[in-house]
């Protein structure tokens, strides 16, 4: 079973309820939490994993072969992302807009492109107190995630439950992180922010097909009209979790809630149990 972990934006308790609740289900299964964020992974900050093994990954890229190429411009055309451009007397390449395609070396004519690799993060795999651990990394200066984000999810031990940490909206990282989930946890907040991209994030998954749930988090703060559009929508609300200092305490001191209030472990067994129902239903 894979479990995403989504939210319309950013600074909901996303990062939060997935690392509390792989660090709960620990306890009586094998599980692993996947850190879908590439480009700004925080997961580790709190399960601290001895990260055992690393590896590279990239996106295949055009070469030219300016010797066979005739400047037909076919590759040029075909390019929605205007990688490859046709300036007549030659030919440019600009790889940081190639999405990977291989449009281009499929209507070449001449055959005068090739593919290489060029990388654009790491995958770091390792474990935390019981906890099977893997994530992405996306390196400075680079502008796409979805490559690297499908990397980290063909890495995933497809015997074992996973816990994927997805980006915060709705854009392309986003759907291909959930993409291939089994259930999707959305982590929203009682407030108008919090419930305008909620409402994005559900048309998103509702798109894709996939049954979602709802976890309010500062259940006690703002107001009810998150639970008023969950109760119209049809929308289950599988866990309210309270404002509490001693949480945002541990926080910013990167320490699991569950480890610093012991409470909360009881708080998040009920939440697993609810999800697990959901998918059997």
């Known amino acids: 079973m894979q479990i995403a972990i989504a939210s319309g934006k950013g600074g909901t308790g996303k990062t939060t309820v997935a690392t509390n609740l792989a660090r709960v289900l620990s306890g009586t299964r094998p599980v692993q939490y996947v850190d879908c964020d590439v480009e700004e992974p925080n997961g580790h900050l709190f399960l601290q994993p001895q990260i055992t093994s690393s590896q590279s990954a990239g996106i295949l890229v055009p070469v030219l072969d300016l010797d066979r190429c005739t400047r037909c411009g076919a590759c040029s055309q075909l390019c929605q992302y205007h990688a490859i451009a046709n300036l007549g007397t030659t030919m440019l390449v600009f790889p940081e807009l190639c999405h990977g395609c291989g449009g281009c070396i499929r209507v070449c004519p001449e055959q005068a492109i090739r593919e290489e690799e060029r990388p654009i993060g790491v995958v770091e795999y390792g474990t935390a107190r019981g906890v099977h651990f893997l994530h992405g990394r996306l390196n400075v200066g680079e502008t796409m995630s979805p490559p690297l984000i499908r990397a980290v999810l063909k890495a995933v031990d497809p015997t074992i439950m996973a816990i994927i940490d997805a980006p915060p909206g709705t854009?392309?990282?986003?759907?291909?992180?959930?993409?291939?989930?089994?259930?999707?946890?959305?982590?929203?907040?009682?407030?108008?922010?919090?419930?305008?991209?909620?409402?994005?994030?559900?048309?998103?998954?509702?798109?894709?097909?996939?049954?979602?749930?709802?976890?309010?988090?500062?259940?006690?703060?703002?107001?009810?009209?998150?639970?008023?559009?969950?109760?119209?929508?049809?929308?289950?609300?599988?866990?309210?979790?309270?404002?509490?200092?001693?949480?945002?305490?541990?926080?910013?001191?990167?320490?699991?809630?569950?480890?610093?209030?012991?409470?909360?472990?009881?708080?998040?067994q009920p939440l697993a149990d609810a999800i697990f129902q959901e998918v059997a239903l």
């Open 171 to 268: 854009s392309c990282p986003v759907l291909t992180a959930v993409r291939g989930a089994d259930f999707v946890l959305m982590v929203t907040e009682p407030t108008a922010f919090g419930l305008h991209d909620l409402m994005l994030a559900v048309e998103m998954v509702r798109a894709l097909q996939l049954p979602t749930g709802i976890v309010i988090n500062r259940a006690d703060m703002g107001d009810d009209r998150v639970e008023r559009y969950c109760a119209t929508e049809g929308l289950p609300i599988l866990g309210r979790v309270p404002h509490d200092r001693r949480v945002a305490e541990a926080y910013a001191r990167g320490v699991l809630a569950v480890d610093a209030v012991p409470e909360m472990a009881v708080s998040v």
